[in-house]
T-cell receptor
Framework: GQQLNQSPQSMFIQEGEDVSMNCTSS?????WLWYKQDPGEGPVLLIA?????ELTSNGRLTAQFGITRKDSFLNISASIPSDVGIYFC????????????FGKGTRLSVIA | SQTIHQWPATLVQPVGSPLSLECTVE??????LYWYRQAAGRGLQLLFY??????ISSEVPQNLSASRPQDRQFILSSKKLLLSDSGFYLC??????????FGSGTRLTVV
């Protein structure tokens, strides 16, 4: 079935550093989404991208929908300890009945 | 806005016992609903999804089943739990082409 390749699998960074993670696919998606999961909680939507080439920011987070529609990246600037968690990318086609395809996640650890 | 309620938050069950996890939706009508399982610190595995009452699609053949008796209710069940059923179970809802809203999850430990 559909798969998203998300990298890196895990990251250990110093507080204050910038973070970058990305997702790639062999298929086109019409929507890209980025979620964050805190330990023991359900994932929460961070950013949704609906248009190829779109660059969207949410505070210290910036995400882009790749021009080819087959990739997306998420950047976090000036990381802080509460950025710790698992970040998931997800891709969607136009049909609302088709389940989202999720990447396997990037586990972020921030060292104070 | 859509809110997903799941309970219980944690559950410890013996091998061979039945399971029933309930998910309810608040704030929207006719949502698509999903059950995911997550192994410790790992990715999200889609188990079942439903586009309407009585409509269930199974993604992974296994020891579990799902039902949607009402528009805003989605139930995950098992007749006899296995050790391998342990994990973090998440319910999610979706309307239209927007992303999912997830519940807070149920951590199931089968002993």
């Amino acid at each position: 079935g559909q798969q998203l390749n998300q990298s890196p699998q895990s990251m250990f960074i110093q507080e204050g550093e910038d973070v970058s993670m990305n997702c790639t696919s062999s298929s086109i998606f019409n929507t890209w989404l980025w979620y964050k999961q805190d330990p023991g909680e359900g994932p929460v939507l961070l950013i949704a991208l609906y248009k190829a080439g779109e660059l969207t920011s949410n505070g210290r987070l910036t995400a882009q929908f790749g021009i080819t529609r087959k990739d997306s990246f998420l950047n976090i600037s000036a990381s802080i300890p509460s950025d710790v968690g698992i970040y998931f990318c997800a891709g969607s086609r136009n049909s609302g009945n088709t389940p989202l395809v999720f990447g396997k996640g990037t586990r972020l650890s921030v060292i104070a | 806005s859509q809110t997903i309620h799941q309970w219980p938050a944690t559950l410890v069950q013996p091998v061979g016992s039945p399971l029933s996890l309930e998910c309810t939706v608040e704030g929207t009508s006719n949502p698509n609903l999903y059950w995911y399982r997550q192994a410790a610190g790992r990715g999200l595995q889609l188990l079942f999804y439903s586009v309407g009452i009585g409509q269930i699609s199974s993604e992974v053949p296994q020891n579990l089943s799902a039902s949607r008796p009402q528009d805003r209710q989605f139930i995950l069940s098992s007749k006899k739990l296995l050790l391998s059923d342990s994990g973090f179970y998440l319910c999610a809802g979706r309307q239209g082409n927007y992303g999912y809203t997830f519940g807070s999850g149920t951590r199931l430990t089968v002993v």
